[in-house]
């Protein structure tokens, strides 16, 4: 045989065998010093306060995983990274923490336009987002989870909600974004199916500041009763509260999981609406939290915080870092009781869990019991 065809084949077995080599020390927890835990989050630019209060979430898990010793000894190092809501750089700190940092667990992204570009490149990490609600995300491989209910299932209740209180005839205020418009068609569907009338959907793109014209147009609509805002966390959103004041637009208000932030920048405006959140964090992390970070919980520190931990408890049980194994063993867990709340799998990869009803007084959300 030629020699230069044996030197080729001769390196190419070394190459195969430095590969497996490679890949058996990753799940081989005794062949390192630590386990990596990656984040792709909106941490700047419209959301931040979701993508900050994930990071926040994520590393009060860790630094108590450590205290405790790590994971089966191994300290836990977090890599973040900041998307900033950005699809294309969602892209580029994936492959940046799978390819460069060598990641396999990612707590991420923030939101469903974020998640849509990668969830095709996951192939062997494990990805659990914090604060994305869409069922095509999870649902696309066994290796993705979601610990924030999907976002239909909220819009759909806040249907039930609104009929409740004996409004037969709304206009929904949404935003052309691929959640927001989920949760408008997951309310409308929900709401005609059950007898209700929607006489307006208005979808602008997130970053309209002048909606006044169409605004207007709900002046004209006869027997109008009420409003349901399904722009969800973008500035948008304030936008609507103001704008409607500005118009002398009057009648009760419906949304779906207000932040803080956007609350403030209602700057008042909002007072009076109610909304469904599945923001249900235990009192001790709250207070926890806040004394730590000085702030209030918010959408995504949780949830974040309980990715974290479900990704500790998968290592820990199974004594593996192969993602193979891990996301087997995710997925056959049917209850967990998490600082988020009392997740149940939905068999899917995704959780669900009870929610609250808030009504804004003074700038501040309240439960209504």
Same mark, same amino acid.
């Given at each position: 045989m030629n020699k230069k065809i044996i030197i080729?084949?001769?390196?190419?077995i070394l190459i195969v065998l430095g590969v497996w080599v490679?890949?058996?020390?990753?799940?081989?927890?005794?062949?390192?010093n630590e386990i990596k835990i990656g984040s792709i989050l909106i941490e700047s630019g419209d959301g931040a306060s979701w993508g900050e209060a994930a990071r926040n979430g994520m590393d009060l898990a860790i630094k108590e995983i450590n205290d405790q010793g790590g994971i089966l000894g191994k300290k836990v190092v977090a890599i973040h990274e900041d998307d900033a809501g950005d699809p294309a750089k969602t892209v580029g700190a994936f492959r940046k923490l799978t390819q460069t940092d060598g990641v396999k667990f990612i707590v991420g992204p923030s939101w469903s336009k974020n998640g849509d570009p990668i969830k095709d490149l996951i192939t062997n990490e494990i990805v659990i987002s914090p604060s994305l609600g869409n069922a095509n995300f999870n649902e696309t491989s066994k290796f993705i989870f979601n610990t924030w209910p999907h976002d239909y299932i909220l819009s759909a209740k806040l249907a039930d909600y609104v009929l409740a209180k004996g409004v037969k005839n709304v206009a929904i205020l949404g935003a052309n974004e691929v959640w927001c418009k989920a949760q408008t068609m997951a309310f409308k569907e929900r709401f005609e199916k059950l007898g209700g009338v929607v006489s307006f959907v208005y979808e602008p $793109? $997130?970053?309209q500041r002048d909606v006044?014209?169409?605004?207007?147009k709900l002046k004209q609509i006869k027997d109008l009763q009420a409003i349901v805002v399904t722009s969800d966390g973008y500035g948008l959103t304030s936008v609507y509260g103001k704008q409607m004041r500005d118009l002398g637009i009057k009648m009760p208000t419906y949304s779906i999981t207000l932040d803080n932030t956007v609350i403030k920048n209602c700057e008042g405006t909002c007072n009076g609406w109610e909304f469904l959140t599945a923001l249900t964090p235990k009192a001790d992390f709250s207070a926890k939290y806040k004394s730590i970070y000085n702030r209030e919980v918010e959408i995504g520190s949780d949830s974040a915080y309980d990715a974290v931990m479900l990704i500790a408890k998968g290592i820990k049980e199974t004594k593996s870092l192969d993602t193979n194994v891990v996301q087997k063993y995710l997925n056959n867990i049917k209850t967990y009781d998490g600082q988020s709340g009392i997740l149940n799998s939905d068999g899917k990869g995704a959780f669900t869990k009870d929610f609250k009803t808030m009504i804004i007084k003074s700038g501040i959300p309240v439960e209504l019991k």
């Open positions: 080729g084949i001769v390196i190419i490679s890949n058996k020390n990753q799940n081989n927890l005794s062949a390192i $793109t $997130t970053d006044r014209t169409d605004l207007l």
